[in-house]
């Protein structure tokens, strides 16, 4: 009876040993998948890479990032720096928070807040964010820029500053980065000033003197709100006398913006120092 038992054992263990080797040779003779085979029973990921993969679609297959398949091998699915490498926005966690599909790399998803992922790239825009402080300061990139590559108008958060104004004429004067340092063109019309400076513009308009024909950004060239002196434009036009009298170029000529015109009613006559009104054109010196 033991050596029945025996041999019976025997008889299994050859068995399980046949069937093992049986087993390894079938999968030595196994031939490689290929990209076809893939696509037999996977079409989601092979359409969307023939549609929207990008370098994924013409530099990679399916094996170049799966290496593997299941039962044979588990852990199928890469991780980006097995390729990605060698530049600060590949070192990020996270891929798919952005990428949500990696056989549509460049199809980007953003939410509202994410500002650390966009520097990795566009380091020139915090520069200037954090060199002229302003409210975009302190916003999250995705605010304005809710879609990768979208520049967004001007207007989709703030008004014009008058009704005529479009939305591309805003950057002529701001840059979206820096928001609050003005920058105004020799050939910046009146009419962009007026909005915010109604009153020196008005007041322009009406006046008589050449000053009217002059574009506002002739004067305030240099910087936004910039007062210049009128020696800057006119040196010294007087005499050494008139100039040591009137010390001030306001003392005779009013304001920049309306030149030569004052009240009368107000001279202090008995001042020598006061400013004196001068002659009408055309008036004749008494004799």
Known sequence: MKKLVVLMQAVVISSLLSGMLAVVACA???????????????????????ANGGAHKTSLNCQDCHAGHPPLVKKII???????????????SNCLRCHTNPHTPKIIKLTNNITDECLTCHTEQIVKLKQVKSKHSALACTFCHNVHGKVPLCTQCHKPHSPEMTATECKKCHQAHMPTAVYMSANTPNKMCAPC?????ETLASS????????CV?????????IPTCQSCHGVPHAAGIMARFTKC??????????????????DTSDKDAPVPLPKKGARKKK
């Open 250 to 267: 306001s003392d005779c000529h009013n304001i920049a913006h309306k030149l030569n015109h004052w009240d009368p009613g107000t001279l």
């Open 218 to 226: 002739t004067c305030h060239k240099d910087k936004h709100k910039m």
């Open 197 to 201: 400076h109604k009153r020196p513009y």
């Open 78 to 92: 890469p991780a980006c720096s097995q390729c990605h490498t060698g530049k600060a926005h590949y070192n990020l």
């Open 28 to 50: 030595a003779d196994k031939p490689a998948l290929t990209v076809a085979d893939c696509d037999k029973c996977h079409t989601a990921a092979p359409a969307d890479i023939a």
């Open 208 to 215: 008589d003197a050449k000053h009217r024909n002059l574009l």
